[in-house]
């Protein structure tokens, strides 16, 4: 087959070895891809999370500590600044 066939062992070893780097070529175009794609969904998580604190929050109450728990401390410090 390869005595019939045009063009020398050096142009088909070439062949595939071009064939070879596309295709690692292309793998590594994958793997960038889903790297991206996985990156979109934090993204979108992030802004759906700010939304949702931004939209359940009166305008009252997001000047108070969203930490929890009671702090005298900070009650004091606050005094009448709301």
């Known amino acids: 087959m390869f005595t019939g066939s045009t063009g020398g062992v050096t142009e088909r070893n070439m062949a595939i070895d071009v064939s070879e780097e596309i295709a690692r070529k292309g793998q590594e175009l994958r793997e ?3 790297d991206l ?10 802004a759906i999370v700010i939304r949702s ?19 005298p401390e900070r009650e004091g410090r606050s005094g009448s600044s709301d």
Not at 39 to 46: F, T
Not at 53 to 69: I, K, M, Y
């Open 32 to 34: 960038m891809t889903r």
């Open 53 to 71: 604190r931004s939209a359940s929050a009166p305008t009252g109450v997001q000047g108070e500590d969203l930490g929890g728990g009671d702090h």
């Open 37 to 46: 794609d996985l990156l979109k969904v934090e993204v979108d998580i992030i």
